[in-house]
């Protein structure tokens, strides 16, 4: 619960197709309820979405401080780590431990393992979608409630993006910090715009976002 110190909503800034929005617009009737999943398939690959996770994470502390109550929780929110570990994110919040998934990489083994955690906004990495093997009983579920879904980029930008989330320094050491505990010397200096990191992603339907659960085709 670090950063229900050291963030607050007035931390990030959102743009939805170029214009001010609120976490609330990208992430529609969202609640302390709700369970966001990303989908991981490199080391250090879910720091892409860093910006986009730590908004939601602070969208979820600031409902629980208006109760007026003291809490001590944690948001029910998941990285699915396909074919092997790649990485420790707590610093995202992620935490306890056991919310770090590792599933094999057939796309009905990760929906399954999304299902199962009851994921309603979904965070995917972007690519070539294919047309995965999936049980009917197991889409179904999915497409019953999964409320949103995003493409996002392990390097913060993917292509023809609606959306754009801009940090702080604060959230740019929570990132260095996940990279840094998976040994992965990545850059993300070009993400700066003026002196502030900023991440996109591009919002998808249901099914072309199942398509890239699919393990990546060979090159």
Same mark, same amino acid.
């Given at each position: 619960?670090? *950063?229900?110190?050291?963030? *607050?909503?007035? *931390?990030?800034?959102?743009?939805?197709?170029?214009?001010? #929005?609120?976490?609330?617009?990208? =992430?529609?009737?969202?609640?302390?309820?709700?369970?966001?999943?990303? !989908?991981?398939?490199?080391?250090?690959?879910? !720091?892409?979405?860093?910006?986009?996770?730590?908004?939601?994470?602070?969208?979820?502390?600031?409902?629980?401080?208006? @109760?007026? +109550?003291?809490?001590?929780?944690?948001?029910?929110?998941?990285?699915?780590?396909?074919?092997?570990?790649?990485?420790?994110?707590?610093? =995202?919040?992620?935490?306890? @431990?056991?919310? +770090?998934?590792?599933?094999?990489?057939?796309? +009905?083994?990760?929906? +399954?393992?999304?299902?199962?955690?009851?994921?309603?906004?979904?965070?995917?990495?972007?690519?070539?979608?294919?047309?995965?093997?999936? #049980?009917?009983?197991?889409?179904? @579920?999915?497409? *019953?409630?999964?409320?949103?879904?995003?493409?996002?980029? $392990?390097?913060?930008?993917?292509?023809?993006?609606?959306?754009?989330? @801009?940090?702080?320094?604060?959230?740019?050491?929570?990132?260095?910090? !996940?990279?840094?505990?998976?040994?992965?010397?990545?850059?993300?200096?070009?993400?700066?715009?003026?002196?502030? $990191?900023?991440?996109?992603?591009?919002?998808?339907?249901?099914?072309?976002? =199942?398509?890239?659960?699919?393990? $990546?085709?060979?090159?």
């Amino acid at each position: 619960m670090h *950063s229900t110190r050291e963030l *607050s909503p007035a *931390s990030f800034t959102i743009e939805v197709a170029g214009r001010p #929005a609120r976490l609330e617009d990208v =992430l529609p009737g969202f609640t302390a309820a709700d369970r966001l999943g990303v !989908v991981v398939r490199r080391p250090g690959g879910a !720091v892409g979405a860093s910006l986009l996770i730590l908004a939601a994470v602070t969208g979820f502390y600031a409902i629980h401080r208006r @109760s007026g +109550e003291d809490f001590f929780i944690y948001p029910d929110y998941f990285v699915f780590h396909v074919g092997g570990r790649f990485g420790d994110h707590r610093r =995202l919040e992620i935490w306890p @431990s056991h919310k +770090e998934v590792v599933v094999e990489g057939a796309a +009905e083994q990760v929906l +399954e393992a999304v299902n199962d955690r009851g994921i309603t906004r979904l965070l995917v990495e972007d690519g070539r979608p294919a047309a995965p093997d999936l #049980a009917a009983e197991t889409l179904a @579920s999915a497409r *019953s409630r999964i409320r949103t879904v995003l493409a996002y980029a $392990p390097d913060g930008r993917v292509g023809r993006a609606d959306l754009a989330v @801009s940090g702080n320094a604060v959230t740019e050491s929570y990132a260095e910090s !996940v990279l840094a505990r998976s040994a992965v010397g990545v850059s993300r200096r070009d993400l700066r715009r003026a002196g502030r $990191p900023v991440e996109t992603y591009r919002t998808l339907a249901l099914d072309e976002a =199942l398509g890239l659960l699919a393990p $990546p085709a060979a090159a």
